[in-house]
């Protein structure tokens, strides 16, 4: 199973960018997806997560401004950023608990990370 992001980049404070990641492989179900960050010499956090239901939840300092959706036909979660701050500045990584075809009876749950996209927010 493989988790690839797409949609980082630089972007002036208040501009917006929309994040992809998808999962593919040996999928049975993918439930909780989620959204993750670091900044430089600080620890990787929680930006938002999404259930297979739709159910969310954000970080405090993302709330109004960041939304988290899912494709689940597609296997693929985004993270729509508006009004960006500095602060919002670091790698962004995806996260998914996959349910993953170990045999054609068995299927088993992995935590997967992808690889990682930079976003900065500097004028």
């Known amino acids: 199973v493989q988790l690839v992001e797409s949609g980082g980049g630089s972007v002036q404070p208040g501009g917006s960018l929309r994040l992809s990641c998808a999962a593919s492989?040996?999928?049975?179900?993918?439930?909780?997806m989620s959204w993750y960050r670091q900044a430089p010499g600080k620890q990787r956090e929680l930006v938002a997560a999404?259930?297979?239901?739709?159910?969310?939840n954000y970080d405090d300092s993302v709330k109004g401004r960041f939304t988290v959706s899912r494709d689940n036909a597609k296997n693929t979660v985004y993270l729509q950023m508006n009004s960006l701050k500095p602060e919002d500045t670091a790698v962004y990584y995806c996260?998914?608990?996959?349910?993953?075809?170990?045999?054609?009876?068995?299927?088993?749950?992995?935590?997967?990370w992808g690889q990682g996209t930079q976003v900065t927010v500097s004028s």
């Open positions: 492989g040996s999928i049975f179900s993918v439930n909780s």
């Open positions: 999404i259930t297979s239901g739709g159910d969310t």
């Open positions: 996260n998914a608990e996959v349910e993953v075809i170990i045999t054609p009876t068995y299927v088993d749950e992995y935590v997967y």
